[in-house]
Nanobody, 123 residues
Framework: QVQLVESGGGSVQAGGSLRLSCAAF????????MGWFRQVSGKEREGVATINGDSRTTYADSVKGRFTISRDNAKNTLWLQMNSLKPEDTAMYYC?????????????????WGQGTQVTVSS
């Protein structure tokens, strides 16, 4: 089992920055792929960014150039640095993990999920 705990969400004005953290506990953290997803109430969960055990990354087009995903395997921690935030980035953000090295923005491929952290961007 893998437990994921997110932190770092909050409220920020447009143009601001936030850094989300995800602490992983348990087995199979390495070399699993991990990712950040977000969901707005009433909409489907969407992939934001993913990173595998070789630090290969994939980003959604909507966040390229603004968000950076990173991980520290020794600390079992995943981060999402979010810059130049926009109101449309407002959502609940979830950390997720799966086995295998393939990066994917498809939510159903991920087995383990955190409880989520809210990000609100005001205009």
């Amino acid at each position: 089992q893998v437990q994921l705990v997110e932190s770092g969400g909050g409220s920020v004005q447009a143009g601001g920055s936030l850094r989300l953290s995800c602490a992983a506990f348990g087995h199979t953290y390495n070399p699993s792929s991990m990712g950040w997803f977000r969901q707005v109430s009433g909409k489907e969960r969407e992939g934001v960014a993913t990173i595998n055990g070789d630090s290969r990354t994939t980003y959604a087009d909507s966040v390229k150039g603004r968000f950076t995903i990173s991980r520290d395997n020794a600390k079992n921690t995943l981060w999402l640095q979010m810059n130049s935030l926009k109101p449309e980035d407002t959502a609940m953000y979830y950390c997720a993990a799966k086995t295998g090295l393939a990066t994917s923005l498809v939510s159903y491929e991920y087995k383990y999920w955190g409880q989520g952290t809210q990000v609100t961007v005001s205009s």
